[in-house]
């Protein structure tokens, strides 16, 4: 499994022989300016919530691409008015796809699309292919929670957990989850793009590596395999 960061909090995860997208916020981010959202590939696209810095180019590449949307039954309704196809899930459910596994897990948010309408309950996704398990929290504050992900779906190779702190958990309360998930890898996101979530990084990786905790800040357009 490789993924690569967008910015902010986009992924593109390529698995054996799907691509899925994770928030496509691009266009919109200054600092993701080299990346060509035209000249992105997806098969899925996984979305977290309805805020603007989650949703702002799924659209676009939606329709480009074919690619199906994964999320609350609200974002996939709403898509579905634009004839964008989606399969909707719900908060501990999960759903099989020819790539794997999702689970949809809790998250403690809030989640309207830009013109204020009602974006569904926000969530986040555990991914299973048969060699990979992959958190990814979404926009969340530290819950109780995600001491459930290990105990019932299982171990996990990495969590990418936000950082950015503000809007959603810091430092500090990202290494507390990474400690309920039991997980020793950590990928950090949803941190520097505007000035509310600005972060120091040598701190960061100063308080992950003496909680014995591995954090892996990627540069936008770079990539983890796992």
């Known amino acids: ?26 266009t919109g981010n ?7 959202i035209d000249k992105l590939h997806a098969d899925y696209i996984l979305i977290t919530h309805a805020h603007q810095d989650h949703i702002l ?14 999320s609350n039954y609200e974002i996939v309704a709403h898509y579905a008015e634009k004839g964008i196809e989606g399969h909707p899930m719900n908060h501990g459910g999960k759903a099989k796809f ?19 309408t009602y ?10 292919t048969n060699h990979h398990r992959l958190y990814i929290a979404g926009d969340t504050a530290l819950t109780y929670d995600m001491k459930l992900i290990p105990e019932i779906i299982g171990e996990l190779d990495l969590a ?23 997980c020793n890898k950590i990928l950090g996101y949803h941190y520097d793009t505007f000035g509310y979530i600005e972060i ?23 990539n983890l395999k796992i």
């Open 30 to 36: 200054e600092l993701a300016k080299d990346i060509d």
């Open 98 to 116: 020819d790539f794997g596994t999702v689970h949809y897990t809790n998250a403690i948010h809030s989640s309207s699309f830009p013109d204020g």
């Open 1 to 26: 499994m490789k993924i690569t960061y967008l910015g902010h909090a986009s992924l593109s995860i390529e698995t054996r022989d799907k691509t899925l997208l994770i928030d496509p916020f691009i």
């Open 160 to 182: 990418v957990l936000p950082i950015g702190d503000n809007f959603t958990m810091g430092i500090d309360q990202a290494i507390r989850a990474s400690k309920f998930l039991d």
């Open 119 to 128: 974006g569904g309950q926000p969530g986040g996704f555990v991914i299973e």
């Open 200 to 222: 120091d990084k040598n701190e960061a990786f100063t308080k992950f590596a003496n909680s014995k905790k591995d954090l892996i800040l990627l540069p936008i357009g770079g």
């Open 57 to 70: 180019d799924v659209e676009a590449i939606a329709k480009r691409t074919g690619a199906k949307i994964i």
